[in-house]
């Protein structure tokens, strides 16, 4: 600007005196309105603020989680430009309108010589007489040459040609009105208005994807983003933090508002069905909603993989019989199985969840759904995902079938194998799995206090259990405001969370935590090789009930070793808050004890393990305890000789 200024006093000198005077005032002026600008727009805390969100996306007494760039220069080399998948095959001769199965003229002409001779379906039933979630059977083959009427929910379709040979065959899922299930739930949601007599209604849309991130949704899936959060209102829980390892133990206490282990559930049970667990869908079916359950990938689905699954249909409307047949048939899987025909298989799973909302949209309905194969395995197919969920939300929104539903669409953790996970960035973010609400626009607007609640809690640390405690409020709704306790461990997210809460508070394990800060340590300290030695050992010991199968592991290198400092208001207390099945942290204001966090290599396998680790120094003798154990690279058919699910990222088959 002085530059500026003297450049206008030259002009200015060059000028008649009385110019001159004039040209000066006009400078004057000019100044003066540039300084009252300046300081009208000064805000001495700008810096302040701006610093704070830049950096934690947590920021309260009890927990502080980092604000990470999610192309942070750690992890720009595993990021890479997924090309996009084009199911490309000849247009499909048969296709689906509402309830009707079509022939596709245009197709039949241009592709197929018109010389089609007949089409006919089998029908794919699960059959009632055998108890398991694994069984479909065809029923016999109907033949048709024209458009017809389908009843059946699900159908394999072939069409054959004028010489007997098969010119094309197809899978179609129908979204169909069961008579039993409409006079069930007509007869108990009745005597559920009478009985509880909710102040309002919802419906809930539960729709999850596999391992994607916070961070990684936002690399890889903007269209999506900015749909929900710029057009429907959604909003993004940044603090909501994982509280166990993979999907199953996540999505239990989401659902189940219980730990696995509280169920009660472990290895011992994995040929006991899940039947009589209660989960919020069957919670729903009784009180009258219409129920939508569906996965992909089903020898990997939530409750089958090394699991018993459902001896009977867990919703009204279950998709695992028609995703058996599908599964079975390998001509139809095409680009490394994610298309299924001309149509990602993502795609079908979404097409038949929408044919569900859209037929309900004026009945008490939930839908639960989670997609897993696209995103499981690679961090940047998460890419190919963000155009069909884009036009997924983008049809539910333009014709209002959310209108009245609570929505909840997540992941259960980020990417937990692979090079990025051995990044500081990818520690952080397998934790803090993505997590968008939307809520019902009765509820924005008649109770505002709840959606400003939801609000000021998407940047408090959040968990599974707060999701289900918030299920609570809306499943019998008195639009009475719940308070927060900060010793619960879950909490209803219509009210806000305790700036004091902590992981322990919330009962996540310090080895999922992302509030603790961490300090670097040598991985040739002496205590750091002591408690990499004693990892080995410990993964040995558990092995050892598999006998021969799995090899003795040795310590190959200690790759990186952190020490955990806790909040130090944790550090004060003398007794569990909670009694979880050995899950919660006793400490003592006079106990000498540090936790590490530590990375190392195994042989043979070159399993790469992550451990938190307890240790207890004394005068008489240090103590070793192992909080929790995580493989992040893949182990692929390394454990192919057990099937005990928890050990299998363990073991090295001999």
């Given at each position: 600007m002085a530059g500026a200024d003297f450049s206008f006093l030259s002009s200015c000198q060059r000028l008649r005196r009385r110019q001159q005077f004039l040209c000066l005032i006009l400078i004057f002026v000019s100044q003066a309105i540039l300084i009252v600008t300046l300081l009208s727009s000064y805000n001495p805390w700008a810096v302040a603020e701006s610093d704070a969100v830049k950096t934690f996306i947590v920021n309260t007494v009890g927990c502080k989680i980092p604000n990470i760039d999610p192309f942070d220069q750690s992890v720009y080399e595993f990021l890479n430009e997924t090309t996009s998948i084009i199911c490309y095959s000849a247009p499909p001769l048969t296709y689906t309108d509402g309830r009707y199965l079509r022939i596709n003229r245009t197709a039949l002409n241009l592709h197929y010589n018109d010389s089609l001779d007949f089409c006919q379906y089998e029908t794919i039933i699960r059959p009632q007489d055998e108890k398991s979630d694994n069984a479909f059977r065809y029923l016999r083959a109907v033949q048709f040459s024209d458009d017809?009427?389908?009843?059946?929910?699900?159908?394999?379709?072939?069409?054959?040609?004028?010489?007997?040979?098969?010119?094309?065959?197809?899978f179609h899922a129908f979204m169909i009105k069961k008579d039993e299930v409409e006079t069930k739930c007509a007869k108990e949601h009745d005597s559920f208005l009478k009985q509880n007599r909710p102040k309002e209604v919802f419906n809930f849309f539960i729709l999850g994807m596999d391992s994607v991130s916070r961070l990684n949704f936002i690399r890889h899936m903007p269209r999506t983003r900015s749909l929900l959060v710029d057009k429907m209102g959604a909003i993004e829980l940044q603090g909501y933090n994982k509280v166990a390892d993979n999907t199953y133990v996540n999505l239990v206490p989401m659902f189940a508002g219980k730990y696995v282990?509280?169920?009660?559930?472990?290895?011992?049970?994995?040929?006991?069905?899940?039947?009589?667990?209660?989960?919020?869908?069957?919670r729903l079916s009784k009180l009258g909603y219409r129920t939508l359950y569906a996965e992909d990938a089903p020898q990997i689905a939530i409750f089958n993989y090394n699991k018993a699954g459902f001896h009977k249909p867990p919703a009204d409307y279950y998709l695992r019989p028609f995703s058996l047949a599908l599964e079975d048939h390998g001509s139809m899987w095409k680009h490394d199985h994610d298309c299924v025909g001309n149509k990602l298989e993502t795609d079908v799973v979404l097409d038949w969840i929408y044919e569900f909302e859209e037929t309900f949209r004026d009945d008490a309905h939930l839908s639960f759904a989670f997609i897993t194969r696209l995103t499981h395995d690679n961090i940047n197919k998460a890419k190919l995902a963000d155009d069909p969920y884009y036009n997924f939300f983008r049809k539910m929104h333009t014709k209002n079938l959310l209108d009245n539903t609570f929505v909840i669409f997540y992941s259960d953790h980020g990417m937990r194998f692979g090079g990025i996970r051995q990044t500081y960035v990818g520690k952080l973010e397998e934790r803090l799995p993505f997590m968008y609400l939307i809520l019902p626009k009765k509820l924005v607007k008649d109770y505002s206090h709840f959606a400003a609640a939801v609000k000021v809690n998407a940047n408090r640390l959040s968990t599974p259990f707060d999701i289900y405690e918030t299920l609570n409020d809306l499943i019998n709704f008195s639009g009475m405001q719940r308070i927060n306790k900060v010793t619960s461990r879950g909490m209803t997210l219509f009210s806000e969370i305790p700036l004091e809460r902590t992981c322990e508070h919330a009962t996540i394990l310090p080895h999922w935590c992302t509030c603790h800060e961490m300090e670097e340590i040598s991985t040739e300290d002496k205590t750091v090789v002591q408690i990499s030695q004693y990892i080995v050992r410990h993964i040995n010991n558990l092995l050892k009930i598999h006998g021969p199968r799995c090899a003795l592991l040795t310590l190959t290198s200690v790759n990186h070793a952190q020490k955990i400092l806790p909040n130090?208001?944790?550090?004060?207390?003398?007794?569990?808050?909670?009694?979880?099945?050995?899950?919660?942290?006793?400490?003592?204001s006079k106990q000498q004890f540090?936790?590490?966090?530590?990375?190392?290599?195994?042989?043979?396998?070159?399993?790469?393990?992550?451990?938190?680790v307890r240790f207890i120094g004394s005068e008489k003798e240090d103590t070793i305890e192992i909080v929790d154990v995580s493989r992040i690279n893949e182990y692929a058919l390394q454990s192919a000789c057990i099937d005990f699910h928890s050990h299998k990222k363990f073991c090295y088959c001999q």
């Open positions: 017809l009427d389908v009843r059946s929910e699900f159908v394999r379709v072939a069409c054959f040609g004028q010489q007997g040979s098969m010119l094309y065959s197809n282990e509280e169920l009660p559930w472990d290895e011992r049970f994995s040929e006991i069905p899940f039947d009589n667990f209660t989960f919020v869908w069957n130090d208001k944790v550090m004060q207390y003398i007794s569990s808050l909670h009694d979880v099945l050995g899950r919660t942290v006793r400490f003592s540090a936790e590490y966090q530590l990375m190392v290599t195994a042989h043979p396998g070159g399993g790469v393990f992550e451990a938190t």
